[in-house]
């Protein structure tokens, strides 16, 4: 089997993004579990469903000055957004699409900033931080 991956695509709202930065330029994470389990006397297994393990944390790490997010959570016109991952795998010839959708999406950190006199390139470097209440994953 073999398996390419390159050509990816951030749908950040309406827009298309493509002004990244280097190395990890949007991270999908999922900080909780989707189940919590416990084992109780004579070895009886429990367990429940999580919602919290559907809660997704997106990372992404684009040129200073460019157009993410032109709306923060304290202002009247705050409207929580929605992004589209696509993952694009060419596998043994074939094209297939992992595509993750995030609702509900949030801001969650301020963009950090600096100034460096020696050249450190993470200064033109802007990473934002949202969570998002909502996400699903499909294969197309």
Same mark, same amino acid.
């Given at each position: 089997?073999?398996?390419?991956? %390159?050509?990816? *695509?951030? =749908?950040? !709202?309406?827009? /298309?993004?493509?002004?990244?930065a280097? $190395?990890?330029?949007a991270?999908?994470?999922?900080?909780?579990?989707?189940h %919590?389990?416990? *084992?109780? =006397?004579? !070895?009886?297994? /429990?367990?429940?469903?999580?919602?919290? $393990?559907?809660?997704?944390?997106?990372?992404?790490?684009?040129?200073?000055?460019?157009?993410?997010?032109?709306w923060?959570?304290?202002?009247?016109s705050?409207?929580?957004?929605?992004?589209?991952?696509?993952?694009?795998?060419?596998v043994?010839?074939s094209?297939?699409?992992?595509?993750?959708s995030?609702?509900?999406?949030?801001?969650?950190?301020?963009?950090?900033?600096?100034?460096?006199?020696?050249?450190?390139?993470?200064?033109?470097?802007?990473?934002y931080s949202?969570?998002a209440?909502?996400?699903?994953?499909?294969l197309?």
């Amino acid at each position: 089997m073999q398996s390419y991956t %390159g050509q990816d *695509i951030l =749908k950040f !709202g309406a827009r /298309i993004l493509s002004n990244f930065a280097d $190395g990890d330029v949007a991270t999908i994470s999922y900080p909780n579990d989707l189940h %919590g389990m416990k *084992i109780g =006397k004579y !070895g009886n297994a /429990i367990a429940a469903h999580n919602e919290q $393990g559907n809660m997704a944390e997106l990372t992404i790490r684009v040129l200073k000055g460019s157009y993410v997010v032109a709306w923060k959570n304290h202002l009247p016109s705050f409207a929580p957004q929605n992004a589209e991952f696509t993952k694009v795998i060419t596998v043994d010839n074939s094209i297939t699409n992992e595509v993750t959708s995030l609702d509900f999406l949030i801001p969650t950190r301020n963009v950090d900033t600096k100034d460096n006199v020696e050249g450190d390139t993470e200064q033109s470097v802007s990473v934002y931080s949202f969570r998002a209440g909502v996400s699903n994953r499909a294969l197309a």
